[in-house]
């Protein structure tokens, strides 16, 4: 039977650097000068589960919005379908496919939609409702290529398409992100690092924004019904850097028990420190996670999160599937529940 173990100083050394980088964080925070705010929900209940710790954990689908470089080390066709019931009634889907290409890395295709159900279009004179409806859609699209460089380093990177929308009014614009991942010499502990969106600013327009304008009300016979435009700023979209480390506190032929810490850096908030842990029992049948999210974050609303899943139950031929869930606690929101299929085949 095999047995490895890390040197848990080194993790607890490398827990408190980060920790401390979020100590001394920059004391301006800018909560909501953000577009796009969207970009920043997470994906998949694994990594949810995780307290969203997953930039240097080993890769899954995914990986297309945590770390892009994850996907080179995919060697099956990879779709994941994820679904979140979010705060405020609002549905977050996510769908994904990772497609490895023999001796050239992998692609991938993703899309992120946020909605709402519809709701009545109000006015001061009809406060009850006009009888028209309206609903908000915020959704992007990522195009995604990742290459191992070595067998031990590999590099990936997002396009993306964003677009939000209420009413008939609408905002867009394009984003990148960039990832890496190594897989260090030192008891397989893995270092990960990703940018995301970084892209152009964003502002709202459309016909909504229509307005009638008198432009000379102190003078009589001039039109007064001239149509104008509501001018709205720009906003930079939401700029997320992660730092991880990850690797196996024990492993043995049935048991795995895998841990990831990151530090977090927004530019709409604080920095944080994401904690989470993933075991896994039977040869990887069955896995538990649990985590902690937004450690040293000043007025966080999230916490501890768990989850668990069944992985690669074999549905037919080489077609498999993985399903797993999370809860994710808000201090004065409730909870968030996910769900997430994977299909994985050759």
């Known amino acids: 039977m095999k047995f490895k173990t890390t040197k848990y100083p080194f993790i607890c050394l490398l827990m408190f650097l980060l920790a401390g980088n979020a100590l001394f964080a920059q004391t301006t925070r800018k909560i909501g000068t953000t577009s796009a705010a969207f970009l920043r929900i997470p994906v998949s209940s694994r990594a949810a589960g995780m307290g969203n710790a997953f930039t240097a954990m080993k890769p899954d689908a995914s990986s297309l919005y945590w770390n892009p470089s994850g996907a ?15 705060l405020a009634d609002l549905q977050f889907n996510y769908a994904g496919i990772v497609i490895p290409v023999p001796d050239n890395g992998s692609v991938g295709i993703s899309a992120t939609v946020l909605s709402t159900p519809a709701m009545l279009v109000t006015t001061p004179a009809e406060p009850m409702g006009t009888g028209e409806t309206f609903d908000a859609v915020d959704l992007a699209f990522a ?50 690092a990703a940018i995301s969106n970084f892209g152009t600013k964003m502002k709202m327009d459309g016909e909504d924004l229509n307005v009638r304008v008198d432009i000379a009300p102190g003078q009589e016979g001039n039109n007064q019904s001239i ?69 040293f974050l000043p007025e966080t609303e999230a916490g501890i999160s768990c989850g668990a899943g069944v992985n690669r139950f074999n549905l037919y031929d080489n077609l498999f599937i993985t399903s797993d869930f999370s809860y994710q606690k808000f201090n004065r929101f409730g909870g968030i529940t996910r769900f997430t299929i994977y299909l994985l085949f050759h």
């Open 227 to 295: 149509t104008g435009r509501l001018n709205t700023d720009e906003f930079e979209m939401p700029l997320i850097m992660r730092i991880g480390l990850s690797g196996e506190i024990l492993q043995t032929d049935n048991i795995r028990i895998s841990f990831d810490v990151e530090g977090v850096n927004p530019n709409d908030n604080s920095q944080s420190v994401n904690i989470g842990f993933e075991a896994a029992f039977i040869k990887e049948l069955f896995l538990i996670r649990a985590g902690y999210n937004d450690l």
């Open 72 to 86: 080179a080390y995919l060697s099956e066709y990879n779709v994941i379908f994820d679904h979140a019931n979010w």
């Open 143 to 192: 195009l995604s290529y990742a290459r191992s460089l070595t067998d031990k380093f590999a590099i990936g990177a997002n396009v993306k398409y964003v677009n939000e929308r209420i009413y008939n009014t609408t905002a867009s614009g394009i984003a990148f992100d960039i990832g890496t991942i190594y897989e260090s010499p030192f008891y397989g502990v893995r270092i990960g």
